[in-house]
């Protein structure tokens, strides 16, 4: 099975999608969806790929897509989704605000259903192949404790965060792991014209994405800024526990990556899993917790099985 | 949803199945089928569970159990397997001999569909949740290098191979990682009376279970071996590669854990997700590369997406 993808947004995750597209071997990218101010950007003409404004336009040159890879701000996959799914489009995501999961995933199921297309949403490193570790690690060892360490990397949420703050020209936040799933978290901001440090490191204390954890805001000159920002990342996922009735069980995963890329990868190996389910006559909306492991890799589930299991 | 099993043989894994099963909040065992001279041995009796010398017997005085947990040694689970499967039970085993896994699998997907029963083969840890991990790295990072590193700890396989050659009484076979997925083996001999240590140090040396690593053997007495025989085991599994056009992607598992119980724990949770399937009205035979993850958790789908994704 091949498949064809549009990518939905060129910003930081879009950008790694379309490379990850490319170096697919089943897969094959139709074009890119962006603001029409961008279009002709130097980005997107480097990989030589067509751009449009619309999906719309981008079905009347190139036909339709097997799938449309949603790179917008988090904020926007549920209604970009939502209207793109009603419409018989499948799609995915990497939807990241955890606790609005639930609510999405059953927005995007429902609009699936009645287009008749599948979602898989919710669907990067975290959420996504934590998720799965996760999962597994409990089903590995039931009785025990699970931590989430991020980092030391730039979180893409809480940068965002920080820049939606009034007295804010530029942002990046540093998340650093403290040990046992908690995290301090480390601001460069950059003020805006005539805007005071102490307003603005008030402003991201309050914020709910800061107020739980330990803090430190630094103002930098807008030139220093990519010199704090680049876009390493990691986690490590512990877990302790029982096994049956035997305690003293210890799983840890720890990875270290180039975040958007990561992401943009997972968001092309559940790409591949959302046509597959809909060529099954599948519709619905779906997380990787849904997804047998063995949908995600290109090729036979037969030279899979021989090879990895 | 829950079930009820069998526990198909008490050796080393049988014995944790059964703890598994009674840690498991969704399981119930209703018995313990072993060879009849071994009936009333006080092992089993520790657990207040009732035994019989066949699922038949255990069948006709406790009823049919939703799922049979086959803990025979690897080289009898096909057949048993695939017997039980063709008449109609649902079955899982932790069959570990990586290189006929393809056609066991076949052979037990026949076999269940044949009976409208689900099986699920090889789901221990390696092979078993060590394939679903080889899988999402291989998803998250597609080209590249994965190695899994076993040890330190005791081979159940490479022991039984030593055990099975002339001369030996006993024998424990130590797995020592090299590194680079490698690994050199460590083998502690009670030999049998007559028997010259030269021989059957030559003997494990041609065996196909040792015949590419690196080997030390060790003669040691009967009552030394258990010194030297515990159940620690783990793995350190590893990839390094690129995630779409972007290398120096770093994932890693590491594990600590007691073997058989972790392997047990597997078994039960595969069970689960077996009786599922069933439930669905699906027959054959599977892998955990098949399984969704959720699949293997009590309870319900919605709440684990909600605390996990």
């Known amino acids: ?34 603001r029409r101010q961008s279009l002709g950007a130097p980005s997107l003409d480097q990989r030589g790929l067509p751009a ?6 981008l079905v009347a040159a190139q036909g339709q897509p097997d799938v449309v890879l949603l790179c917008t701000p988090s904020r926007q996959v549920p209604d970009a989704a939502a209207g793109l799914l009603g419409r018989g489009f499948n799609t995915v995501d990497s939807f990241d605000i955890h606790d609005r999961i639930p609510e999405t995933l059953a927005r995007l199921d429902q609009a699936a259903r009645q287009g008749g297309a599948v979602a898989v949403t919710a669907a990067g490193w975290d959420p996504g192949t934590d998720s799965v570790l996760r999962a597994l690690f409990e089903a590995m060892v039931p009785a025990g404790t699970t931590f989430t360490n991020f980092g030391r990397g730039r979180s893409m949420g809480h940068s965002v965060a920080v820049r939606a703050l009034p007295g804010v020209a530029d942002a990046t936040a540093i998340t650093i792991p403290v040990g046992g799933g908690r995290h301090s978290r480390l601001v460069y901001v950059v003020l805006e014209r005539g805007a005071r440090f102490d307003d603005v490191r008030a402003a991201i204390a309050a914020d709910p994405y800061f107020s739980h954890d330990p803090l430190e805001v630094r103002e930098v000159g807008a030139a220093e800024l990519p010199f704090v920002a680049d876009a390493s990342h990691g986690v490590l996922l512990e877990r302790t526990g029982a096994s049956g009735l035997t305690a003293n069980q210890h799983l840890s995963f720890d990875m270290r990556i180039n975040n958007p890329a990561l992401t943009a990868q997972v968001l092309v190996a559940v790409a591949r899993a959302a046509v597959r389910r809909k060529a099954r006559g599948e519709a619905g909306a779906f997380t990787l917790l849904d997804i047998a492991p063995v949908e995600l890799l290109p090729g036979e589930r037969s030279t899979h099985i021989a090879r990895l299991v």
């Open 52 to 57: 449009y404004a619309s999906l719309d336009e």
């Open 1 to 34: 099975m091949s498949f064809s993808a549009a990518v939905y947004g060129l910003g930081n995750i879009g950008r790694f999608a379309v490379e990850a597209l490319e170096a697919a071997p089943d897969a094959r990218c139709l074009g890119v969806i962006r």
